[in-house]
């Protein structure tokens, strides 16, 4: 009979012991895989952030360009100007979100600009500027999107169950950064004479 009962004990403590170690196992694996996921998505942010660096150092060589033909256009200027000085000086994603999308609006009045100036058109340091700036819009579409896929993935894995308790006890949380676009973005920029 002690003997039976000693069995059970050992079963009890046993099953206990494997209870705790898949428990432990599990919280472990989604901690590991939430620290992947969340390296991923910041990592794709600095690859948007690089891009948008390239467009940066790209828009003074445009503008310069572009102030040869056109010197009185002045406030197009200083609105490229301003907003580029406002993205190098964003420190956020929610910024630099919202400084891309001002900077996106003053290079259409900018790239409007060829309307008014067929010498401008022909102009090859502005051509070879105006293609390598629409490269460098065209890659950071691709690394924004992939951001926000990776950011999604990321969120939807530390909401499900059971991530989202062991996220809740690591400290991870949904982040909700994803880069959209701006509302003005919705309507053509024009530039009027």
């Known amino acids: 009979m002690m003997r039976r009962g000693l069995w059970i004990a050992v079963g009890v403590i046993a099953v206990i012991v494997l209870v705790a170690l898949l428990i432990a196992g599990s919280y472990i694996t989604a901690r590991n895989e939430m620290v992947a996921k969340q390296v991923a998505y910041q990592t794709q942010w600095s690859n948007v952030q690089t ?5 940066s150092d790209l828009i003074p060589n445009l503008v310069a360009t572009v102030k040869g033909y056109a010197t009185h256009e002045q406030t197009v200027f200083a609105d490229v100007s ?25 290079l259409g009045h900018l790239l409007m600009l060829q309307e008014s100036y067929p010498n401008l058109k022909a102009n090859q340091n502005f051509l070879a500027l105006q293609d390598q700036l629409e490269g460098t819009e065209n890659r950071i579409a691709v690394e924004r999107r992939r951001y926000n896929e990776s950011l999604r993935d990321y969120n939807t894995y530390v909401q499900q169950f059971p991530n989202n308790i062991w996220a809740g006890i690591s400290g991870f949380k949904p982040d909700d950064a994803y880069f959209a676009a701006t509302p003005a973005s919705q309507n053509a920029p024009t530039v009027k004479f």
């Open 51 to 55: 891009q948008l660096q390239r467009r």
């Open 82 to 106: 301003n907003a580029n000085a406002g993205l190098l000086n964003a420190h956020s994603p929610k910024a630099e979100m919202k400084a891309s999308g001002q900077l996106d609006s003053a």
